[in-house]
């Protein structure tokens, strides 16, 4: 299973990260969701509920105001939908637009909106996918790639610089997708829709990259945690929206440079390891005392971590032979130790291309990725850790790894499981005025 790079805020950690703060979301249903989880965080450590994630267009939801559009407009399932909710307190302020397509005259609107308001938006949140490829005909893809520069550079011109703009790639959909954007007019998108998605994605990251804008790759995140999906193939469950809310808030810490809640070990405060452990081992010579039974930690029997070694190997070797990048530290004639216990800790995909990388000799390091053109979610060269600057493998690589290490100790687990059991059994916003008000 992926690891995840965000800690775990309480209700009382996240009014204090959003504390002075103008929160901007701009996005379709899914990120209605992800609005209402914050909402909700901010005043509570409660999960919302099926029936908050299924409704539209409210008048209130948790202390929040419907503005524009919803049930004061005309509910309905159509691209000319609009809704525009806000959530204030004397401290707090969170708005959310939706939005059909990533440029359009609505979008211009919101811009016009920005810009003649006081208060700038100190955090700008956008995602628009799945309804720019559905429902603006047989051409949607293109006039996507078209569409997003243009709504993005229309927002950026009227943001202070201080603002932070995050760009979440769409998540995941399932093969039948059903409801919501996906009309019986539009089925016969259905089994192409998700390589679109892929596609969409990895333009729209490409753009954000040519912007110097931030990236959190929601889809590379829950690609393991479909279990989490909603039952019509595009929406997702309370527990996958608090986790997105942990990642918003995680990546804010690290762009004011925020000490993070600590309840998650993270890269840059690894845990205390024993004396004399090294990451990185020099290749073994002749004169070297180590043996067999020893090259490998943890504990594990002699020939199951031999076996784990040797595929470990295997694939960090063939991954050496295939990249080249010039601009990473990693030695290649030194051999990752195996760490079973700890696999997968190290990879970083939240993006921040406003914030260059600096090593211990204070020099700048590009943050550029190249991108995989198959899988365009996963980077393909090797890169360094922006969190404590020591190199990893690829995510393409560690996937691989994990595939087969899951091949070796299935059935170890298995028997060690039903041992277990055996032994244990029980018996517009024109006139908007945004001055803050309310209650913390």
Not at 263 to 291: A, H, W
Not at 381 to 394: D, K, S
Not at 404 to 410: D, F, H, V
């Amino acid at each position: 299973m992926t690891a995840i790079e965000a800690d775990i805020f309480t209700s009382r950690e996240a009014r204090d990260v959003l504390r002075n703060k103008f929160v901007l979301m701009i996005g379709d249903s899914v990120v209605r969701s992800c609005y209402k989880d914050l909402v909700k965080l901010l005043q509570s450590d409660s999960h919302l509920e099926d029936y908050q994630l299924k409704n539209k267009g409210e008048r209130t939801f948790e202390k929040d105001v419907l503005l524009e559009g919803g049930s004061l407009g005309v509910m309905s399932n159509d691209v000319t939908y609009t809704e525009v909710r806000e959530f204030k307190t004397n401290v707090h302020l969170v708005r959310f637009y939706f939005i059909t397509r990533c440029y359009s005259d609505y979008l211009m609107s919101i811009c016009e909106d920005i810009k003649e308001e006081t208060e700038k938006p100190d955090v700008v949140i956008m995602n628009s996918g799945c309804w720019d490829l559905t429902r603006y005909g047989p051409n949607s893809i293109y006039e996507y790639k078209k569409n997003l520069p243009l709504g993005i550079f229309s927002l950026i011109k009227v943001l202070p610089s201080h603002t932070v703009f995050i760009w979440n790639t769409t998540l995941p959909l399932s093969k039948d997708v059903k409801g919501g954007f996906m009309i019986p007019e539009v089925y016969e998108k259905k089994s192409k829709l998700r390589e679109d998605v892929l596609e969409a994605n990895h333009y729209a990251v490409t753009i954000m990259k040519e912007f110097k804008l931030d990236v959190l790759d929601l889809h590379y995140y829950f690609l393991n945690h479909i279990q989490r999906r909603a039952k019509d193939g595009i929406h997702w469950d309370a527990t996958a929206h608090r986790r997105i809310s942990n990642l918003i808030l995680h990546h804010l810490c690290e762009c004011w440079s925020i000490n993070t809640p600590g309840r998650i070990i993270m890269n840059k405060n690894p845990m205390k390891l024993p004396d004399g452990f090294k990451y990185y081992e020099d290749d073994v010579s002749e004169n070297t005392n180590l043996q067999a039974e020893d090259s490998n930690s943890n504990d594990l029997p002699p020939d199951l971590g031999k076996q784990i070694d040797n595929v470990i190997n295997t694939i960090e070797n063939g991954y050496s032979n295939d990249t080249n990048n010039n601009n990473s530290n990693f030695n290649r004639n030194k051999k990752l130790k195996t760490n079973h216990n700890n696999f997968n800790k190290n990879i970083v995909s939240i993006s921040n291309y406003n914030r260059p990388f600096i090593n211990n000799n204070n020099n700048i390091i590009n943050n550029g990725f190249n991108y995989n053109p198959i899988q365009p979610h996963i980077p393909m060269n090797n890169y360094i850790n922006g969190f404590n600057q020591q190199p990893v493998l690829a995510p393409l690589f560690q996937a691989q790894l994990q595939n087969q290490l899951t091949q070796i100790l299935a059935p170890l687990i298995q028997q060690s499981f039903v041992q277990s059991n055996n032994n244990n059994i029980p018996n517009q916003f024109n006139g908007m005025k945004r001055k803050f008000s309310g209650n913390e």
